[in-house]
């Protein structure tokens, strides 16, 4: 059993994203397997240098350890062998097309759904890229429904992939590896079998397990936790003032009182402060409660 926490370091962590560092370390640990670090940074335009060291620092607060850590940009030689194989299977195609070129080619689509995401026509799959403008490789995804489960929720997501997700980035036009690509190569390279994370990322898993069978790999058991959402009900963002956990460590608050909170943000019933270790038997009581692994209906 090996699971992970893969921040983004774009900003300092607010409590929304501790609550998902401590659940992901207490799943991995609970059953005494091992748990990663992977900072997710090949964004490079959004990545704070600081904030590597900040994330490290608050995990460690907290007391959430980790066994080995990984830097996505040091990485890049892996997801571009990825990319050469679908690339060598036919999969892959350059696209040259402009933002607005794909909205007006979204718009002039025949079936082009209201409100829902806007889904990328495959306008570029016949036509030749531009030969003066940097060109985004482009999946060109199968022509089926792929479904993901979640073993916490027992949801099932199915997604027709032309129609509901469309040809989407492996990379872009300034070179940077798509996250859908990354986390699907990292998640299998580092053999990580349980992948807990933010519910904001569950309508992402049917592509990226998509991309785990054209690519050979096993699909790891995935958990999405629901995010913390403030006295409004709105989610907790870096952007929207949630308050960083570095500014809690600096002021002197205690790591268990801040532990103590998360946890009952959850429902658990815990005292007033307490170590990441004392809450292992809650999350074994969450999973147990949730009827953890739930299998798929389909
Ligand atoms: N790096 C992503 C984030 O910070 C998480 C990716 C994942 O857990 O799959 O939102």
Request: no cysteine; charged share 20%; hydrophobic share 35%.
């Given at each position: 059993m090996t699971g992970r926490f893969a921040p983004s370091p774009t900003g300092a962590m607010h409590l929304g994203n501790a609550r998902t560092a401590l659940l992901a370390w207490l799943h991995s640990r609970a059953p005494g397997g091992r748990h990663l670090l992977r900072f997710e940074d090949l964004d490079t335009g959004r990545v704070?240098?600081?904030?590597f060291d900040t994330i490290r620092r608050d995990l460690e607060w907290l007391g959430l350890d980790w066994d080995a850590e990984y830097t996505q940009s040091e990485r890049l030689p892996v997801y571009a062998a990825a990319l050469a194989r679908l690339t060598a299977a036919g999969e892959t195609y350059p696209c040259t097309c402009t933002r607005r070129e794909i909205v007006r080619a979204i718009q002039d689509s025949?079936?082009?759904?209201?409100?829902?995401e806007p889904v990328?026509?495959?306008?570029c799959r016949t036509c030749p890229a531009h030969p003066s403008r940097p060109a985004a490789i482009r999946w060109r995804v199968p022509d089926r429904t792929v479904c993901a489960h979640d073993a916490l929720t027992g949801e099932t997501l199915c997604q027709d992939l032309p129609a509901e997700?469309?040809?989407?980035?492996?990379?872009?036009?300034?070179?940077v590896f798509a996250y859908h690509l990354a986390v699907v190569v990292d998640d299998a390279l580092m053999e990580v079998t349980d992948v807990l994370r933010g519910a904001d990322l569950w309508p992402a898993t049917p592509r990226q397990v998509a991309l785990q069978e054209a690519l050979g790999y096993p699909t790891p058991r995935y958990l999405h936790v629901p995010l913390m959402t403030d006295y409004r009900g709105e989610r907790l963002a870096k952007r929207g003032g949630a308050p960083p956990v570095q500014a809690l460590r600096e002021g002197g608050e205690e790591a268990g009182r801040v532990l103590a909170a998360l946890a009952r943000s959850l429902g658990w019933d815990v005292p007033d402060v307490v170590s990441a270790a004392e809450l292992l038997p809650l999350w074994q009581g969450h999973l147990a409660r949730a009827g953890f692994p739930k299998t798929s209906q389909t």
């Open positions: 704070r240098p600081w904030a025949a079936g082009a759904p209201h409100g829902a990328y026509p495959g306008t997700v469309g040809d989407f980035v492996l990379r872009r036009n300034d070179g």
